[in-house]
């Protein structure tokens, strides 16, 4: 309440007062509440600054600036060593300091093992399922460092995985890391083509891979690290890496597994394929570029920007007659695969040329017209050109109609040397060569502008090119079925439900699953293609599943190759797959891999199946689908019972995050703070272009003129879990996470002057009970630390974890500091050393249960401040972090009239704010204040409240008065229809000033009468109208004629003093 002359919520509880009646505020009304808050801190801190950069002097500003540094950067000194317990002996610096509260905690928390599920000596093999709770890290990639939506990963899970461990459960949250296969092996090829001058088939592929373990090594810890700075509570001790030796040995079964039951098969098929990597890759690594029309893209290896987003059309002539048919594409070069035009059964336009065939203009190939209903007679001419080896929806036709499949571009991006003249061409020269071709034997027709989805790398920015690739395949389809059954029957709880939709129309549209990739890092396919030396034995095609085994070893295989074509072993000659699997293959049984499968380890028994997993829900198909697909096949359980699905982070625009728009921010930069030149300089590290570049430097300087501030671990924590509603994506504003950091610095102010009313000797009792011999004050309290208890641990049992921490956040804020120490200062300056007890057991409960309610999201700054407190008793767990939760059980002191009865004091209070601030009135402006009251019922709620409410009015008098009048010259609030703050102004203000804005509020309130006037006189009313709306409306019209009466009666009032 320090802050008396910030502006007041002048939201009146129309039923508090007359009748006792309280009006608890809603959830609704919580979250307004808690952003205009956030908006305050965020409008404080932009005028802090201003007001720092006026009091600068221009000479000596310099070493000014030096000296606030030095006072706000305070750091941990004491000398302790890394896992020893934090010194708390010494005196609080006098404000908050990330720096000092972070330091030394985390290592302290690890090395005594309370993140391990063996804490405290649990016999883990005798727990029951529910007495556990395993979760496993969503593995983020080894390449580089985290961004703000992983920090908002660790921050969810491990606030779950907290305050599951407090309310008791074994908690094991797994940390591990994923090889990132693609992404890996272009960070290592840039590095050896920068630092060597070499490709990785200059090295040889053991080699590369040596190189690869080299960097995973140097730099792979730096995200461990991150991990570690967030807090998250990870048992260390279990980390894995998806390429250790235990988890390549669960891939290798797996894959055999799989294969041998049939679910894996070798196919050719279409796939994404990068040039630039000569790869497939998984369709999460295709970036989607929407195109309104023509547009220059620029594409790796290509000097010139190429053109995309048009049509072309062009026709190719009947064979046998002077007809033409006209076909369109957005791909030209392609015409060079077509083996047929397809036309619809149904069009009257082409029936005449079913059966008929066509030449192409180009090459030496006569092709047919087939007819399919999948052509839209609708679109263009209704005639579409087939190209099954290079378009998807094509390779479907061709299928269909047995059309032979023509690749005309190679693994490079060239043309291949059956296309004559273009022969050798790269594709997107082809694409003017065969446009100029058309032109010059008078084909081609026209190019218009349309709008297209082109498909790019999210690693190398290249053109995907669909193209025919014998790759392998997982069947999909009983996998599948069985995934969208666990859903259906309730098995697996997909949360918020709304993303169940997205689950069943993926899997029941899923296509069997490429898992090939060209890659030398990863793990390596365990198949092998057979050779026979048998003339008995024809040779066998790449294609041809028959002469692929899989095997554990060599030597496995080899014994399955001789047994399936019956000849001896020595007969038979192996070579390994040169491709490695898709990295989701491993992350997609990482749930069991972990534990040691396929051994029937202690560990797998105990930890699996886990019970929840949470991640984002732009991976819901990719990795979560993939997981529970895995282990139901291969482990015959679901991996886990709930999955949930937090929102995307977007920048404060509600952009989505984009290394190019420079709003990729490192977490560790929120924390520690960073100037915009050392942001430029991060840019300049990266693997962006000279042009990007500049455009993400203007970004950040849009965004971030001042750099980031230091905002601490537990504010960006806390920021991240408080904007995570169920449904909808964060645009996070980092001057938002500022604004809890000022919330964090009102936590330790308040907890430091809470710790010196306490007293050095205070003891609190070994339990709380109620002496009867609390104010209505310390019952209220009571109330409301009891229900955020409520609804802290009803948000984190339905994951709606905005309601969680707005409850805590209100409870620290508004009722705590803003009221109840407030309150409680005459009683601990005063001399009633019985009501001093009562007080300090009562403010000792809050400190402690607050802390422990806000541990999950703040774990820092919590312990530090949890560790300043006494105890009860001389056994209390070490750390909050294995402190038990608050319970409702133990807090169920609710009580709802009393709570009601404060929020209408609260609401005088917040009255006699506005009127000072409406006057400018400062904390020297002693001002009368009389507060009339309709009735005696009303004035006996106020009366007790009498000095809470002078020492937080500034006022020199306070006067409750219900039948006589109050003096004239006051400025007069209406606080409900049974009550009126007067503030005495004669002598301190201008009365035309306050007379004018009464007579603007009559004419306003006179504007809402006449249109409920209007409304309740409409014909029918009566009749057509709800009662409850009928009787709002008479009540409104009741209080609005009260108001306008008590203004009337306020200008006569002006009018006299003048």
């Given at each position: 309440m320090a802050d008396s002359d910030k502006p007041a919520d002048n939201t009146v509880s129309q039923n508090a007062g007359g009748d006792g009646i309280p009006r608890v505020k809603s959830e609704k009304e919580l979250k307004k509440e808690k952003a205009k808050q956030e908006k305050l801190a965020k409008f404080q801190a932009k005028q802090e600054k201003l007001a720092a950069q006026k009091q600068q002097p221009k000479k000596e500003g310099e070493k000014k600036k030096d000296i606030v540094k030095e006072k706000v950067k305070v750091t941990y000194d004491a000398p302790t060593k890394p896992g020893e317990k934090k010194d708390v002996n010494t005196s609080m610096p006098d404000a908050y300091s990330p720096q000092y509260v972070e330091a030394a905690w985390y290592d302290w928390w690890v090395q005594s093992g309370f993140f391990k599920p063996e804490y405290g000596g649990k016999d883990l093999t005798k727990l029951k399922y529910e007495d556990k709770f395993v979760m496993v890290i969503p593995p983020p990639n080894v390449t580089g460092s985290l961004h703000l939506g992983h920090a908002l990963t660790n921050a969810v899970e491990d606030c779950i995985a907290r305050w599951h461990r407090m309310k008791g459960k074994t908690v094991l949250w797994n940390p591990g890391c994923d090889h990132a296969g693609i992404a890996t092996q272009v960070v290592v090829e840039k590095k050896l083509k920068r630092d060597m001058g070499k490709s990785r088939h200059d090295l040889g592929r053991e080699a590369f891979v040596e190189h690869v373990w080299k960097w995973k090594n140097e730099k792979g810890d730096r995200i461990y690290h991150q991990l570690r700075r967030l807090g998250g509570s990870y048992d260390w001790d279990r980390a894995c890496f998806t390429m250790d030796p235990k988890l390549y040995k669960a891939v290798t079964e797996s894959f055999v597994r799989l294969h041998d039951?049939?679910?894996?098969?070798?196919?050719?098929?279409?796939?994404?394929?990068?040039?630039?990597?000569?790869?497939?890759?998984?369709?999460?690594?295709?970036?989607?570029?929407?195109?309104?029309?023509?547009?220059?893209?620029?594409?790796?290896?290509?000097?010139?920007?190429?053109?995309?987003?048009?049509?072309?059309?062009?026709?190719?002539?009947?064979?046998?007659?002077?007809?033409?048919?006209?076909?369109?594409?957005?791909?030209?070069?392609?015409?060079?695969?077509?083996?047929?035009?397809?036309?619809?059964?149904?069009?009257?336009?082409?029936?005449?040329?079913?059966?008929?065939?066509?030449?192409?203009?180009?090459?030496?190939?006569?092709?047919?017209?087939?007819?399919?209903?999948?052509?839209?007679?609708?679109?263009?001419?209704?005639?579409?050109?087939?190209?099954?080896?290079?378009?998807?929806?094509?390779?479907?036709?061709?299928?269909?109609?047995?059309?032979?499949?023509?690749?005309?571009?190679?693994?490079?991006?060239?043309?291949?040397?059956?296309?004559?003249?273009?022969?050798?061409?790269?594709?997107?020269?082809?694409?003017?060569?065969?446009?100029?071709?058309?032109?010059?034997?008078?084909?081609?027709?026209?190019?218009?502008?349309?709008?297209?989805?082109?498909?790019?790398?999210?690693?190398?920015?290249?053109?995907?090119?669909?193209?025919?690739?014998?790759?392998?395949?997982?069947?999909m389809e009983k996998m599948s079925q069985e995934a969208v059954r666990v859903v259906k029957d309730g098995e697996?709880?997909?949360?918020?439900?709304?993303?169940?939709?997205?689950?069943?129309?993926?899997?029941?549209?899923?296509?069997?699953?490429?898992?090939?990739?060209?890659?030398?890092?990863?793990?390596?396919?365990?198949?092998?293609?057979?050779?026979?030396?048998?003339?008995?034995?024809?040779?066998?095609?790449?294609?041809?599943?028959?002469?692929?085994?899989?095997?554990?070893?060599?030597?496995?295989?080899?014994?399955?190759?001789?047994?399936?074509?019956?000849?001896?072993k020595d007969k038979i000659s192996l070579t390994q797959d040169q491709d490695v699997l898709d990295t989701w293959f491993s992350s997609g049984i990482f749930p069991f891999s972990i534990f040691g499968w396929p051994d029937k380890t202690p560990e797998l028994d105990v930890f699996y199946p886990g019970a929840l997993l949470e991640t984002g829900h732009d991976i819901l198909f990719f990795w979560v689908a993939r997981m529970v697909m895995m282990g139901q096949q291969l482990m015959?359980?679901?991996?886990?019972?709930?999955?949930?699905?937090?929102?995307?982070?977007?920048?404060?625009?509600?952009?989505?995050?984009?290394?190019?728009?420079g709003n990729v921010i490192d977490p560790l930069d929120v924390i520690q703070g960073i100037s915009l030149e050392d942001l430029h300089e991060r840019l300049?590290?990266?693997?962006?272009?000279?042009?990007?570049?500049?455009?993400?430097?203007?970004?950040?300087?849009?965004?971030?003129?001042?750099?980031?501030p230091e905002c601490g671990t537990d504010a960006l924590r806390f920021a991240l879990v408080a904007y995570t509603s169920q449904g909808r994506d964060i645009n996070l504003d980092v001057l938002r996470v500022q604004g809890y950091r000022f919330f964090c610095n009102k936590l330790w102010n308040a907890t430091k002057f809470a710790l010196t009313a306490l007293g050095q000797n205070f003891k609190p009792d070994r339990s709380f009970q109620v002496s009867g011999k609390e104010t209505e004050m310390d019952r209220w309290i009571l109330s409301r630390l009891s229900l955020a208890v409520e609804l802290t641990n009803t948000g984190f049992q339905n994951y709606d974890f905005q309601s969680a921490t707005t409850a805590c956040y209100n409870f620290w804020l508004y009722d705590l500091c803003d009221w109840y120490l407030e309150y409680m200062k005459p009683v601990i300056y005063g001399s009633d050393e019985g009501a001093k007890t009562v007080t300090r057991n009562i403010l000792y409960t809050c400190l402690d249960g607050g802390l422990r309610l806000l541990h999950p999201f703040m774990p820092f700054i919590t312990e530090e401040l949890y560790q300043?407190?006494?105890?009860?008793?001389?056994?209390?767990?070490?750390?909050?972090?294995?402190?038990?939760?608050?319970?409702?059980?133990?807090?169920?002191?609710?009580?709802?009239?009393?709570?009601?009865?404060?929020?209408?004091?609260?609401?005088?209070?917040?009255?006699?704010?506005?009127?000072?601030?409406?006057?400018?009135?400062?904390?020297?402006?002693?001002?009368?204040?009389?507060?009339?009251?309709?009735?005696?019922?009303?004035a006996e709620i106020v009366?007790?409240?009498?000095?809470?409410?002078?020492?937080?009015?500034?006022?020199?008098?306070?006067?409750?008065?219900?039948?006589e009048e109050p003096p004239e010259g006051c400025a007069i609030q209406s606080v409900s229809i049974n009550c009126q703050t007067h503030?005495?102004?004669?002598?301190?203000?201008?009365?035309?000033?306050?007379?004018?804005?009464?007579?603007?509020?009559?004419?306003?309130?006179?504007?809402?009468?006449?249109?409920?006037?209007?409304?309740?006189?409409?014909?029918?009313?009566?009749?057509?109208?709800p009662e409850k709306v009928r009787t709002q409306n008479t009540e409104k019209m009741n209080e609005i004629n009260i108001e306008m009466e008590k203004i009337t009666d306020a200008l006569t009032t002006i009018s006299k003093l003048q």
């Open positions: 039951d049939g679910f894996i098969y070798r196919s050719v098929r279409l796939v994404n394929w990068s040039c630039s990597l000569n790869s497939a890759i998984s369709d999460i690594e295709v970036e989607k570029k929407e195109l309104t029309g023509r547009t220059m893209l620029a594409v790796p290896g290509y000097k010139e920007k190429v053109e995309f987003g048009v049509l072309v059309s062009f026709a190719y002539p009947v064979e046998g007659s002077d007809e033409k048919i006209i076909v369109a594409t957005t791909r030209i070069e392609t015409m060079l695969g077509d083996t047929a035009v397809a036309v619809h059964p149904d069009d009257d336009r082409y029936k005449h040329l079913h059966g008929k065939t066509v030449r192409h203009p180009l090459l030496d190939r006569v092709i047919p017209i087939v007819t399919d209903s999948f052509v839209d007679m609708s679109f263009g001419t209704g005639a579409v050109k087939i190209t099954p080896a290079h378009d998807v929806n094509d390779y479907d036709v061709g299928v269909r109609h047995n059309l032979p499949f023509i690749t005309i571009i190679d693994d490079s991006g060239n043309i291949t040397n059956d296309c004559g003249e273009f022969s050798g061409m790269k594709r997107f020269h082809a694409r003017k060569a065969v446009l100029e071709a058309l032109k010059k034997k008078d084909l081609y027709i026209e190019t218009k502008d349309n709008p297209m989805v082109v498909p790019t790398c999210s690693r190398s920015k290249d053109i995907i090119e669909p193209l025919l690739k014998p790759q392998w395949y997982v069947k697996l709880k997909i949360i918020p439900e709304m993303h169940k939709k997205t689950w069943y129309n993926w899997l029941e549209n899923n296509r069997d699953w490429c898992i090939s990739r060209q890659l030398w890092w990863g793990h390596r396919i365990p198949a092998y293609f057979i050779r026979v030396n048998d003339p008995a034995v024809p040779a066998g095609e790449d294609t041809d599943d028959k002469y692929w085994v899989s095997g554990r070893t060599e030597d496995e295989s080899r014994d399955k190759a001789a047994s399936r074509f019956n000849v001896t015959g359980k679901l991996p886990f019972k709930e999955v949930y699905l937090h929102a995307m982070v977007r920048d404060a625009h509600g952009r989505k995050m984009s290394k190019s728009l300049n590290d990266g693997n962006l272009e000279g042009k990007e570049i500049e455009k993400a430097k203007a970004g950040q300087k849009a965004d971030y003129p001042q750099g980031i300043r407190l006494p105890r009860r008793t001389e056994g209390c767990p070490p750390s909050l972090c294995v402190t038990p939760y608050p319970e409702i059980s133990q807090f169920s002191l609710r009580n709802v009239k009393i709570e009601g009865e404060v929020e209408f004091m609260q609401n005088i209070v917040k009255s006699l704010r506005s009127t000072r601030s409406d006057y400018l009135l400062t904390g020297k402006d002693k001002a009368e204040v009389y507060i009339k009251c309709r009735d005696e019922q009303t009366r007790p409240h009498e000095t809470l409410i002078q020492a937080t009015t500034s006022c020199s008098a306070l006067h409750i008065v219900t039948t503030l005495m102004l004669k002598g301190l203000i201008d009365f035309e000033k306050e007379k004018g804005k009464l007579e603007t509020k009559k004419e306003k309130l006179g504007t809402q009468l006449s249109k409920l006037q209007e409304v309740t006189a409409v014909t029918g009313y009566e009749e057509k109208v």
